[in-house]
């Protein structure tokens, strides 16, 4: 008997950015950081070390997937970088998440919300 494995197909540019967050708040640690970002609007580094109990280079190097993933920004503040999650990019994650739903679980479709900006 053979089995069919059939070939995916490349991610198309909006794909491959969903995957790369969801890849992103796959870490317990990343998640966290995110939720306390969110709750605080804004940390420094030394904040989120003090938050996770996680050494300062195990945080930066969280810090960094989040950014490149582009779910938090980070702006110089002195000899520290504040960071913040990016509205922006957690709306479009939800509203592609909520994409899914359509047809869904017997969910009645709903228009995806369109960002503005």
């Known amino acids: 008997m053979t089995k069919h494995n059939p070939t995916l ?12 967050m969801l890849k992103a708040l796959g870490s317990p640690a ?9 709750e605080k609007q804004a940390c420094i580094t030394g904040d989120i070390v003090g938050l996770t ?3 300062q280079s ?6 960094k997937v989040l950014r490149e ?3 938090i ?3 110089i503040d002195g000899p520290a970088t504040s960071y913040c999650v990016n509205p922006e990019a957690v ?3 939800k509203d592609q998440i909520e994409g899914w739903l359509p047809g869904c679980c017997g969910r009645p479709a709903q228009a995806p919300r369109r960002l503005e900006g």
């Open 9 to 20: 197909r490349p991610l198309t540019p909006s794909e491959d950015r969903l995957a790369r």
């Open 30 to 38: 990343r998640f966290q950081i995110l939720q306390a970002l969110a």
């Open 53 to 55: 109990n996680l050494a």
């Open 58 to 63: 195990t945080v930066s190097q969280h810090l």
């Open 69 to 71: 993933a582009g779910l």
């Open 73 to 75: 920004e980070g702006e």
């Open 91 to 93: 709306l479009w994650l």
